[in-house]
């Protein structure tokens, strides 16, 4: 059996080996918030396309063109270098494209390459980066 792969309109970046794949539309801030999450601590896997590929029941993002590793788009500043790693293992998956309307959402999953990954929206708050982070790092209480 061959592995699938596709390539997504989408971000990621990547925390202590925990992979976070950012959809959305375009202006969406989905570069935005990956500069966020470099500032952060977190590393650059890929800015607005992502190659996703399904292994061995794991997700696993990359850049889709070498090219394009390390670097991220800042609208009003260009280009920019950033800390980057080739490839990461996906562990939450964000829409910036849907909004969270609830304060304690339930876990939502979707699915990509026939794979589940816990989904989140986007909430509508000031904290929600180092929220991020946090949650990458520790998880969350179910």
């Not at 952060?40 to 292994?55: E, P, Q």
């Amino acid at each position: 059996m061959t592995d699938a792969s596709e390539t997504l309109h989408a971000s990621c970046v990547a925390v202590e080996g925990n992979g976070l794949l950012t959809l959305g539309p375009s202006g969406a801030g989905k570069s935005a918030l990956a500069i966020r999450l470099i500032t952060l601590g977190a590393v650059l896997v890929s800015d607005d396309r992502t190659r996703v590929i399904a292994t061995g029941g794991r997700l696993h993002a990359s850049c889709p063109n070498p090219a394009l590793q390390g670097l991220v788009e800042a609208r009003g500043l260009g280009i920019l270098r950033a800390p980057a790693v080739e490839s990461v293992s996906l562990s939450l998956v964000i829409d910036l494209g849907k909004p969270e309307p609830d304060r304690l959402p339930p876990v939502r999953t979707v699915t990509i390459l026939g794979i589940p990954l816990t989904l989140v929206l986007h909430p509508q708050n000031d904290h929600f980066p180092d929220a991020l982070m946090l949650y990458l790092r520790h998880g969350r209480q179910a």
